[in-house]
């Protein structure tokens, strides 16, 4: 009998790692998720990470990180999230919503607990097709982080498993993800995409900020209905 | 009037970090020092990172981390610091001491820090002779970081300066680093290498893991006596 490969993957709680977790869960491999506290404007993404994570993962670990100390992003301060901007200039330039390093500081959190687990591979559900602009979303990134990764642990001086980044999404569209997601079951109902949800409507969507209007055209371009419900437009 | 060229600087507290502020500064770096609470066995260090900031950083930002959510350190877990061992061994396998991704952690933050405040430079003093044998100061690992940290963030997308690693100390002995920091007035009875002082005694080193020990070589080797306390031996 051959043992349970591991994996830590960095669980958002939106669409995209939701849908990264079926599928690490589909390839056979025991899940330790991993979410951040990361000063961000609304914690209800981190409830929808709990969720999804309550019956899939062996281990859910979150970390506190103050990412508010460094500032610059509308993610992180008091910046008004853009809304309601055309879905085609997404992905035009870096948004304001882009977080500086915020991948790179996830990922090397998720190298530590791989490294403490013995887990060999770290998931993350990055997209290089549909997504915001973030250069940390990008495959030379991942390819880049990896190398770095092997050189920063024992792996890189000890006979020990080589670290390996899956990232699952990155060519596929939102409405290839969707369809793979429903194929294994995912339910999106539990799920939380937007950057700035209305208050006082647990795992509403405001339906106009850029990470909704992917979400949107994703579901439109599947041909399936959205489970979730959305405030505006 | 050329601009003042900024950088963010990893401030442990101890003798090398307190060489490389000397260093920045009569490179005529503003610099911003950046420190870790990260659940290690005592805060003495950053009590030492403070005063050695105090009057030569613009800036000290202290970041909260949990690495002792991850465990598999003794310098984050109840397991007992090595002491006494020979010098001669140190370097040789990783030790216990090994905090899992701890300069991956510590850079990405930096990263951030440094994009947000526009500095192009990140010092860092990591060393590769007289080094206590973890994976994350060697060479390599630093020029794959700084490969990756410019894919990750604006630099690599947008027509900004590149971030730079400065690793002053990675080519010297301890004696050397030593020699060059009092040739800059740094005043080491400030700096804290231990890696488990004695209680009570403030900034007095135990003497006896590696940290002093590589410690005590250098100041041997550099012919000049340590202004601090060691309590054994």
Redesign the interface.
Known sequence: MSKTPKAVLLLSGGLDSATILAIARDQGFAVTALSFHYGQRHDRELDAAEAIAADACERH?I?????R????SALTDDIDVPKGRSVDDIGDG?PIT????????F???A???A??EGAETIFIGVNALDYSGY??C?P??IA??E???N????S???DTGRVHLATPLIDMTKADIIRRGLELGVDYGETLSCYDPPLGDELAHCGACDACLLRKKGFSEAGVSDPTRYALY
């Not at 100390?69 to 610059?72: L, R, S």
């Not at 050189?151 to 024992?154: I, Q």
């Open positions: 670990v970390v506190d990180l103050d990412l100390a460094f500032g610059g870096i882009y977080v500086p390093a915020r991948n790179t500081i990922l090397s959190h190298l530590a607990l490294e403490v250069p940390d990008r030379e990134y880049a982080f190398t770095m990764a050189l920063a642990t024992k890189g001086v000890e």
